[in-house]
């Protein structure tokens, strides 16, 4: 068995274990699927044990209206980000170990003071069902491939609107001799924003009848429903290859309204730069976390575009100390996900509907307490209109609650034993915290002006929250200020 296929059989193995809640209903739903799984090798550099601790499934995102002040909403619940923020859940818990002196933990004490490394022999590998959506997904067409995308009609795809192209709230139609249908979607998948995958993953009819039409086939590419971001180049929207611009930063559509969320092809290229621990656990970590390799599960592929997409990053230079670029492996596994569109589509006959995506994110990550976290609109799954606003209704992978672990660390350690970066200063709300890692800040700034001088800035009213009252530790040291901004 090659390491791609061992990987994906490990993650797949560790998702058929969890609960059916969340899952996609078989024969009618599909979604995405996406993990972390830590590397251990020993010290004779021979034996290695490979284990998920992070997994995360989904294929949403919210639009910017619906964009919560106070941390407590899922803005983004692809299963790459879900995977992602899961695994920040496990870093928090096994640093809080070290900082308690627990050998088992993943960190041990680095040569800077306050400071936390990885133990010799550990490392990171990042799993993907999919193609990550946006530039890494624009691939060329194999004609013995399962089109996930609509065929090249240029006269229609450049009349197209936008709620069309996104998959809105009613889908893309479909054209059956020459009769334009509108399908429906479940209430379920109405909720909320959908996302370039399920522009990515379907239209598979329409291949066929483009071959059909067109006495002369063009080269096709699978398209991507990630729409370039403001102020930059836009696709040029052509026949065939001509479509896509690539290379190019985009964010993810939402059903009629636009999204503040990145591409998940931009997103895993920043974290080879970044890291994908986050700005809050960089103050307590020597340097960057970064994954060694990439995988993705059988799907449509290409080796190019993926590199092309995650390695745009490679020419940064001027990073910080801690910061450096870390392009990973890239492997494709030859396994396919169980509940993938293309998984689900035999089962289901003409009669019974139409396949759509499933409306809840899973998260799982491997701490010892309430390891799975469901979701769908970016709150708790199941969750009343009264509830919404209550913590009772966030997700355990919020920012919120996120960052409230993060105070947990803090309320652990004495005040001499503070990373450099946390000593002396008056931090109050998520904003102060992320921006006085300086270190990271910098790395993020030179990433930006060097390569992703386009990205979105999130509002900052929307990282002004702070810790919840009744929980609030006691810290005399970090009152509340902001004035180290500009």
């Known amino acids: ?227 370039c971001v403001p102020g930059g180049p836009a696709d040029p929207l052509g026949p065939g290859s001509g479509y896509h611009s690539v290379g190019l930063l985009r964010v993810k559509p939402g059903r009629g309204e636009p999204t503040l969320s990145l591409s998940c092809s931009d997103k895993l290229a920043r974290w080879t730069i970044m890291g994908f621990q986050g700005a809050l656990l960089s103050h307590f970590l020597q340097g960057g976390l970064y994954f060694r390799a990439v995988v993705v599960g059988k799907c449509p592929y290409s080796q190019q575009a993926i590199e092309r997409a995650l390695n745009r990053c490679a020419h940064v230079s001027s990073l910080p100390e801690g910061f450096s670029v870390h392009p990973p492996e890239i492997m494709q596994s030859s396994l396919e996900f169980i509940h993938s569109r293309t998984n689900t589509r035999p089962s289901l006959s003409d009669a019974q509907g139409r396949v759509v995506p499933c409306g809840a994110a899973v998260s799982w990550c491997a701490v010892s307490r309430r390891p799975l976290d469901v979701t769908a609109n970016g709150y708790k799954q199941g969750v009343t209109k009264k509830a919404l606003g209550t913590p009772q209704a966030r997700s355990l992978i919020s920012k919120v609650e996120l960052f409230h672990s993060f105070l947990g660390l803090l309320a652990t350690v004495d005040d001499s034993q503070l990373p450099e970066s946390l000593r002396g200063k008056e931090l109050s709300s998520y904003w102060d915290y992320k921006q006085a890692a300086e270190e990271y800040q910098q790395a993020w700034d030179a990433l930006r002006s060097q390569v992703f001088l386009l990205w979105p800035r999130s509002p900052r009213e929307l990282l002004l929250f702070c810790r919840d009252p009744p929980s609030a530790p006691n810290r005399s040291s970090l009152a509340s200020s902001g004035q180290q901004h500009s």
């Open 1 to 227: 068995m090659s390491e791609a296929d061992r990987i994906s059989s490990l993650v797949y193995d560790r998702y058929r274990s969890l609960p059916r809640r969340g899952k996609p209903e078989t024969g009618l739903q599909w979604t995405l699927l996406a993990a972390v799984l830590k590397i251990s090798e020993g010290a004779d550099g021979q034996s290695v044990q490979r284990e998920v601790v992070a997994l995360g499934t989904g294929s949403k995102c919210i639009g910017r209206s619906a964009m919560s002040p106070k941390g407590d909403v899922l803005n983004d619940s692809h299963a790459e980000v879900i995977a992602r923020r899961s695994c920040v859940r496990y870093l928090t818990e096994q640093l809080s170990g070290a900082l308690r002196g627990d050998h088992n933990s993943i960190f041990c004490p680095s040569d800077q003071s306050g400071k936390w490394k990885l133990r010799p022999g550990i490392s990171f590998i990042f799993f993907s069902s999919h193609t990550p959506c946006g530039d890494a997904s624009i691939i060329p067409m194999i004609d013995s491939q399962v089109q996930p995308c609509p065929p090249v009609k240029a006269e229609q795809d450049n009349c197209v609107t936008n709620q069309d192209s996104e998959t809105g709230g009613e889908r893309r139609s479909e054209e059956t001799g020459g009769v334009r249908k509108r399908l429906k979607v479940s209430p379920d998948d109405a909720q909320t924003g959908d996302d370039s995958q399920a522009e990515h993953e379907t239209a598979v009819e329409r291949n066929a009848e483009a071959v059909e039409s067109d006495s002369v086939q063009q080269p096709d590419i699978h398209r991507t429903g990630a729409k």
